[in-house]
Each structure stands twice: as structure tokens, then as C-alpha cells.
């Protein structure tokens, strides 16, 4: 698939609707959230070359909202990534998910994850940062957020962007990673790893990760909690020692509902105990 040329970034950008092709089918145990007392959509967020699309939702009354950035899975800003921040906003946050990969390519349209690997190796991190800091500003400038109360959650690809953001930027006031790979080769496009970051992050980050992940060996958990310890950011990483990989990924077989849900509440516990 080719890239996306920068008239057409500009000018043809939007979001996935429903789920993305590559994880169908969907599973019966898919956690839909309704709209009521909340504002939730598609929006267009302004970055250096034109717009990116983003799924937003809010409160529908009130203003200065805790502002969450929600980060995509390999598969994109489908309608899990989108029913996560509805979930956020009925507890009061303005929650926003930003199309990461599109100029790259539109990653929800591809039938299998063979295919959506060489889009996504194409995203440079410095990228990723900086439409994360026009996210802010647009959160902050155009839909009621407050600057002071910026959390960041993200899911494999996004856990692993949580915690490179929180040491990119200072102002982040906590973040919760999601099963995010921790090591990695040093490239152009992807410099640096959360391992090479631990030791200097200062925004609390709680990384939630499975013990029959795969794809993200134990050692590589234990060697970032060994990294994290001469930090002073207070990280934490909780590893559920039966789940799998995307353990909170409710619409997939890998879902397991009492880790997703001790994982949901200490994320609320974390983001609350660090001022979000």
C-alpha cells in the first residue's frame, strides 16, 4: 500500500468507523458506551503539514476537563480505541485519540496484520511526539482542557508511545501503559526505547503488562523495572501472571475480563493519585 501524499493528508484524512478489518470477527464480549451526557465525534486536529483526524469525547457540560491522550493499537483509532474515550469522558475527562498513522496509510481498511506492519515500521517516533503536542494544544485551546491535567494511556503500539511521551514531555502528569513493547533496535525513525528512557523519566508512568505475553518477554518487563528504580519518577509495572497479550482488548479472544478490570481501576487510582 502507498503512502499518503501530502495533498492528500491534507485534503482526504478521516477516522475508521466501526472496527478495523484486520480483527474481525468481533467478539460477543465487546463493551459498547453510550452517549448519553457526553459529547463524542471525529475532529480534525491542526499539525505541521495540515490535519490529522482524532475521536474526541467530553462531558457535555463544563469546562477545564482533565485531558487524556488515548493511543492507538497497531490497528488504528477503530471503534475500541473510540469506545475508550467515551468511557473516560462519563468519568469526566476530555479524552482524545489521534489518527497516528495516517499519513503513512488508513491501517483499518487492511485485512490482516502482515499488512499493516510495513505502514506502521514507517511511522517515525519524532512524528508521533509532535502530533501528540498539537493534540495538546488543541485540547487546550479549542475544547475546554485543562493544560495542567494531561494523563496519557496508550495499547501495544500506544503502550509503548506512553511511555516515550511522558518522558518527552515534563507537563504530562501521569501515564499508564498498556502491554507497550520495552526494548528495541536503535533506528532513524525510532531512536530510542522505554528501557532507554527509565532511568531519567520523571512522570510517574504504571505499566500493565501479561505473563504469557509472547510477544514481550519477562525479561524485558523485569529489566525496565530494573531501569525505572534509579528514576524519580515512582513507575510502577503490574504483570498479570495469566494474560496474554491485549488482555484489555474486550472485542478480541485475548480479552480477560478480571485483569482488564483490576487494570481499568488502577488506572483511575493512578491518574487520581497524581493529580488527573
Known amino acids: 500500500m502507498r503512502s499518503i501524499t501530502r495533498r492528500e493528508f491534507m ?3 478521516t477516522l475508521a468507523t466501526g472496527f478495523a478489518l484486520a480483527v474481525q470477527p468481533v467478539s460477543h464480549a465487546t463493551i459498547k458506551t453510550d452517549t448519553t451526557g457526553i459529547v463524542a465525534g471525529a475532529v480534525q486536529i491542526p499539525v505541521k503539514g495540515g490535519t490529522i483526524p482524532a475521536y474526541r469525547s467530553a462531558p457535555a457540560t463544563g469546562s477545564d476537563f482533565p485531558i487524556v491522550l488515548v493511543i492507538q493499537e497497531i490497528f488504528g483509532v477503530h471503534e475500541h480505541i473510540q469506545d475508550i474515550t467515551r468511557r473516560f469522558a462519563k468519568l469526566g475527562y476530555l479524552a482524545i485519540a489521534p489518527e497516528l498513522f495516517v499519513r503513512q496509510g488508513n491501517v483499518s481498511k487492511l485485512g490482516s496484520i502482515d499488512q499493516i506492519r510495513p505502514i506502521v515500521a514507517k511511522v517515525p517516533d519524532a512524528q508521533v511526539l509532535s502530533d501528540l503536542d498539537a493534540t495538546v494544544n488543541w485540547a487546550t485551546n479549542s475544547a475546554k482542557g485543562n493544560a495542567n491535567r494531561i494523563a496519557i494511556t496508550g495499547f501495544c503500539w500506544g503502550g509503548r508511545i506512553t511511555w516515550l511521551y511522558s518522558a518527552y514531555n515534563p ?3 501521569a501515564g499508564v501503559a498498556w502491554y507497550g513493547r520495552l526494548v528495541g533496535d536503535s533506528t532513524a525513525l525510532t531512536p530510542k526505547h522505554p528501557v532507554d528512557i527509565a532511568s531519567s523519566l ?3 508512568v504504571l505499566g ?3 505473563g504469557q505475553d509472547t510477544g514481550i518477554p519477562l525479561n524485558t518487563v523485569e529489566t525496565m523495572r530494573g531501569q ?9 509495572i503490574v504483570v ?6 491485549a488482555f484489555f482488548a474486550d472485542y478480541r479472544p485475548s480479552y480477560r475480563e478480571a485483569d482488564a478490570k483490576d487494570g481499568w481501576k488502577r488506572l483511575q487510582s493512578w491518574f487520581k493519585q497524581h493529580g488527573v
Do not use: C, I, W
Open 208 to 210: 500493565l503488562y501479561g
Open 171 to 173: 507537563k504530562v502528569k
Open 228 to 236: 525505572l528504580k534509579s528514576s524519580s519518577s515512582k513507575s510502577e
Open 240 to 245: 498479570y501472571p495469566d494474560a496474554p497479550h
Open 202 to 204: 520523571t512522570v510517574p
Open 11 to 13: 485534503t482526504t484524512a
